[in-house]
């Protein structure tokens, strides 16, 4: 579904989207800066259309379906025993050991990103 831009519309320029562009990282030409300007300016048009909803009377939520977290026992299920890996079981696999550590590669680089 689309939303065009009204007479209503907030205005942004076309700085205003270059800098939220350059903020996301987005390498746009010209053509693409005015499409995407329409385009915001459409989702700002309706952002301005849910602020006229009334509701005071609709209590706020932290998650739109109502689940509570299920708390299981600490203690191995019957199907982890049966499934489980010995010891010696997870060495065979394991792409290296250093005496009884499974040797994970480095992912993360010096200067902490992945």
């Given at each position: 579904?689309?939303?065009?831009?009204?007479?209503?519309?907030?205005?942004?320029?076309?700085?205003?989207?270059?800098?939220?562009?350059?903020?996301?990282?987005?390498?746009?030409?010209?053509?693409?800066?005015?499409?995407?300007?329409?385009?915001?300016?459409?989702?700002?048009?309706?952002?301005?259309?849910?602020?006229?909803?009334?509701?005071?009377?609709?209590?706020?939520?932290?998650?739109?379906?109502?689940?509570?977290?299920?708390?299981?026992?600490?203690?191995?299920?019957?199907?982890?025993?049966?499934t489980?890996?010995?010891?010696?079981?997870?060495?065979?696999?394991?792409?290296?050991?250093?005496?009884?550590?499974?040797?994970?590669?480095?992912?993360?680089?010096e200067?902490?990103g992945?």
């Amino acid at each position: 579904m689309s939303a065009s831009a009204d007479a209503s519309s907030p205005q942004l320029s076309v700085n205003d989207v270059r800098k939220v562009a350059t903020l996301a990282r987005l390498a746009l030409d010209d053509a693409q800066i005015e499409s995407s300007r329409r385009q915001l300016a459409g989702v700002l048009a309706l952002v301005d259309r849910l602020r006229e909803l009334d509701l005071s009377d609709v209590e706020p939520m932290t998650h739109p379906e109502s689940r509570v977290n299920r708390l299981d026992p600490d203690e191995p299920s019957a199907e982890h025993a049966r499934t489980r890996l010995s010891p010696a079981d997870l060495a065979r696999i394991a792409p290296a050991m250093d005496g009884p550590f499974i040797v994970i590669p480095k992912v993360i680089g010096e200067e902490g990103g992945a």
